[in-house]
């Protein structure tokens, strides 16, 4: 099958990026499906780090064409500001080898400031958002006032449309929640010159695939965000505006269901999340300064976008069985391994206690999330550091148990273990 899809199966910051940077090297086309720049991705090549927060990190890659699909919100600002800083450091960034779908959706500075704005009326409900406008810009969509990125290419078009956007939204902005209105002079102007830059990248993104799936292309479609995160499957409302679970990429690409072949979810071994909302494994104190990190390393648990520290906890297998379950994951990919390597005792969260009630599937009602109390099985710990270790056989044996025991409870097998940010610290698991 010549499309495989990659997922985040916990909350976001699996490492999906890394995982995404591994498989395109494989791949004709890595393909954004949902999201915008509130994504975060760091891709270690060499003594070089790249963030990117929009395009696919397959861009890296010299053989790879991208695709920024329909299903994506795109800040065209950022999108320029990457494909700047892409060219600077040498990367080829031309319409041959970057796509945008005409049909995603712009997210303007109206958006951005309606974030802000929506966030600090809810005070201490605040849902902790990256404040990036993607909400607003997918309720836009989703309420059939979107600006749609085809206008790129049809400047009178655009600038009309921006005219009434920026109207629209400052009517709100004002007179809902007190905050400055925008000018929609100098917006317009701002996307002009955008537009001048950008057009050329405009595809019909569903046609493109689709010629390149007959052609025989094997595509990657590069989820964002994770599982947990989706506006459907999430812990709601503590969740993005988008789907990025294995369905959003059949809508937010444009291709039909029997294009998949694999779906990968990447976990890490522990647990983490940004912004709120209930957590049951959650760790403080010296043990979550353990696995977040000092924040001194690119991979430390600190946000890509935000640069918030990242809460932190034990693996939690309810969370992968529900991500098993919605996105129908084939294989799973651990991230993160070495980060356990001295801990004697690894706590692997098997069920929720709640009422005196025993759940062995993760809950998406909120209230009942918040009041579950994590059963632990404790599997025992591994003092040898693990980064140069290349084979599964060569681990050592309880980090073997470790795996063996996730793989086993979700019943399908763990295709990939990194042990270490750089590229050649992976594990292909079966293939040595
Ligand atoms: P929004 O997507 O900016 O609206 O934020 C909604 C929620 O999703 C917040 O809790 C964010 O911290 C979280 N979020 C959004 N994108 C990411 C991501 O790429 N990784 C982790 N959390 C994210």
Redesign the pocket.
């Known amino acids: 099958m010549p499309l495989n899809i990659v997922i985040g199966a916990q909350?976001?910051?699996e490492g999906k990026g890394r995982i995404t940077d591994l498989l395109a090297a494989q791949a004709d086309i890595v393909a954004r499906y949902s999201?915008g720049d509130?994504?975060?991705h760091t891709v270690t090549i060499g003594s070089e780090v790249f963030k990117l927060h929009l395009i696919p990190s397959g861009i890296i890659h010299p053989a790879v064409t991208c695709l920024i699909g329909n299903g994506v919100v795109v800040n065209p600002r950022v999108m320029l500001q990457e494909m700047d800083a892409l060219a600077a450091r040498g990367v080829n960034v031309t319409p041959a080898c970057l796509k945008l779908s005409e049909n995603a959706h712009l997210i303007t500075p109206a958006h951005i400031a309606l974030d802000k704005a929506v966030e600090q009326e809810r005070g201490g409900d605040a849902?902790?958002?990256?404040l990036?406008g993607?909400?607003p810009a997918y309720t836009d969509k989703v309420s059939r006032v979107g600006l749609r990125a085809g206008l790129l290419a049809d400047p009178e078009a655009l600038a009309e449309a921006i005219y009434a956007h920026v109207a629209m939204h400052n009517k709100t902005l004002r007179q809902i929640y007190g905050a400055e209105p925008l000018d929609a002079t100098a917006v317009a102007a701002e996307y002009a010159a955008y537009a001048q830059r950008l057009a050329p990248y405009l595809v019909d993104g569903s046609v493109w695939l689709d010629e390149a799936l007959r052609n025989g292309r094997t595509v990657l479609a590069e989820g964002?965000?994770g599982t947990l995160?989706d506006i459907d499957h999430g812990t709601y409302p503590?969740?993005?505006?988008s789907s990025p679970t294995a369905g959003g990429a059949l809508t937010g690409l444009g291709v039909g269901p029997r294009e998949v072949g694999q779906v990968l979810g990447v976990a890490k071994v522990f647990t983490s999340r940004?912004?709120?909302g209930p957590f049951p494994t959650e760790l403080t104190g010296e043990m979550a300064m353990r696995l977040r990190g000092t924040g001194a390393n690119p991979w430390d648990e600190y946000g890509t976008?935000t640069g918030r520290p990242r809460r932190v906890g034990w693996l939690d297998l309810l969370i992968l069985r529900h991500a098993r379950r919605v996105n129908g994951l084939t294989h799973l990919a651990l991230t993160k391994l070495d980060i356990l390597s001295g801990l004697p005792e690894l706590p692997v969260c098997v069920a929720y206690e709640v009422n005196g009630r025993r759940l062995e599937q993760f809950p998406t009602d909120l209230r009942l999330l918040a009041r579950c109390r994590p059963i632990f099985h404790t599997l025992p710990g591994w003092s040898e550091e693990i980064t140069h270790v290349r084979r599964f056989a060569d681990l050592p044996a309880n980090a073997q148990g470790y795996v063996t025991f996730i793989a086993a409870q979700l019943g399908i097998p763990v295709s990939i273990i990194s042990v270490g940010p750089a590229r050649a610290q992976t594990i292909w698991v079966g293939e040595e």
Do not use: E, H, K, P
């Not at 849902?127 to 990256?130: A, M, S």
């Not at 503590?238 to 505006?241: I, M």
């Open positions: 909350w976001g910051d999201g509130n994504a975060g849902i902790g958002t990256t990036r993607i909400g964002a965000q995160l503590f969740v993005t505006s940004v912004g709120s976008t």
